[in-house]
């Protein structure tokens, strides 16, 4: 069985800083590329960043120059910090990770029960 589990959000304002983190756990033989996600009110689930396990990495238009995805290999952690963080930047966030079991040779995704993230005066 793995586990994602999210931490770190909260209520910011504008401008503010948050910076999230997610560990995955259990019989994982390796991590290859994690994500963050995020789901507005109303919309569809939209991709933030992305990190390989080289670490590489990739965000949106929107949160370039904001936001920052990076990854602890050792601690099977990825994180995300935000900084000047807009009510635009609302949404809950989760993420997600493309991971190899211990006895097996697949890939599969898994994904964290997310954290809201909320940015308002």
């Known amino acids: 069985q793995v586990q994602l589990v999210e931490s770190g959000g909260g209520l910011v304002q504008p401008g503010g800083s948050l910076r999230l983190s997610c560990a995955a756990s259990?019989?994982?033989?390796?991590?290859?590329?994690m994500n963050w996600y995020r789901q507005a009110p109303g919309k569809q689930r939209e991709l933030v960043a992305t990190?390989?396990?080289?670490?590489?990495?990739n965000s949106a238009d929107s949160v370039r120059g904001r936001f920052t995805i990076s990854r602890d290999n050792a601690r099977n952690t990825v994180y995300l910090q935000m900084n000047s963080l807009k009510p635009e930047d609302t949404a809950v966030y989760y993420c997600?990770?493309?991971?190899?079991?211990?006895?097996?040779?697949?890939?599969?995704?898994?994904w964290g029960q997310g954290t809201q993230v909320t940015v308002s005066s």
């Open positions: 997600n990770a493309n991971l190899q079991l211990y006895g097996s040779i697949l890939r599969s995704n898994y």
């Open positions: 259990g019989s994982i033989q390796r991590i290859y590329t």
């Open positions: 990190i390989t396990n080289g670490g590489s990495t």
